[in-house]
């Protein structure tokens, strides 16, 4: 057994190991561990749900401030599964299990897993599918160590200054430019910006064939 390890806490959600999966889940479970090797905060009640998977069963403690945040149980730490019907009371899930290879603590106690919900006879059937699969000498469990994911900040993207007003040279030849205003010049400073001008009203050419003005026809009539 290991405390704490092997545990989203921000997710409320198992870390698998390579080649692990989820067989089954069940919530609104309570574990009570008891022994004598497993004194202080690590014994007593903790309530939550649990998760079967191909390599171990964990529970995940639902209880943030607490010092127990969830409680893996590879089956090869595990002896003397047995299922328990009371008459009265929920079923429950009752065995030995002993301390895993930096587990957080050392020796061996009891626990009762209660399936308040129900669905204690299920998870058992898949559990002891599970640890009769399982070869005499495994290997042992690693568990999975769970990382801060960085937050992506946000790049600035550099502001793109305004246009500046054209040079000298490129004003109205009336106060002494080279080229007419209303010509568009590209700013040397950054050839990807071009500078067009606003184009002046103009009136529109005489049309030949339309017909005269009332002042032109009166004034051919005197």
């Not at 559990?127 to 005499?136: C, D, G, N, S, T």
């Not at 550099?158 to 109205?172: F, G, I, K, L, R």
């Amino acid at each position: 057994m290991a405390v704490n390890q092997g545990w989203d806490a921000a997710r409320f959600q198992p870390l698998l190991a390579p080649g692990e999966g989820i067989c089954r889940t069940c919530h609104d479970v309570e574990v009570e561990v008891s022994g004598d090797s497993i004194m202080g905060t690590k014994s007593g009640n903790h309530k939550g749900s649990a998760c079967l998977t191909t390599q171990r069963f964990v529970v995940g403690v639902k209880n943030p401030r607490g010092p127990v945040q969830s409680i893996s149980m590879p089956f090869y730490c595990l002896q003397g599964i047995e299922v328990k019907q009371p008459i009265f009371g929920a079923n429950y899930l009752t065995g030995y299990m002993r301390s895993d290879t930096n587990g957080g603590w050392n020796g061996r106690c009891q626990f009762k897993m209660y399936f308040n919900s129900g669905g204690a006879i299920e998870f058992a059937m898949d559990f002891m599918r599970l640890l009769r699969a399982v070869p005499p000498n495994p290997p042992p469990y690693e568990h999975v160590v769970a990382h801060a994911v960085p937050v992506a900040q946000p790049v600035a993207q550099p502001a793109q200054p305004y246009p500046s007003a054209p040079p000298a040279e490129y004003q109205d030849e009336s106060k002494g430019g080279t080229q007419p205003a209303a010509s568009a010049y590209y700013q040397p400073s950054n050839p990807h910006t071009m500078y067009v001008p606003a184009q002046q009203a103009t009136a529109p050419p005489a049309d030949p064939d339309a017909p005269p003005s009332y002042y032109d026809a009166t004034k051919k009539q005197q």
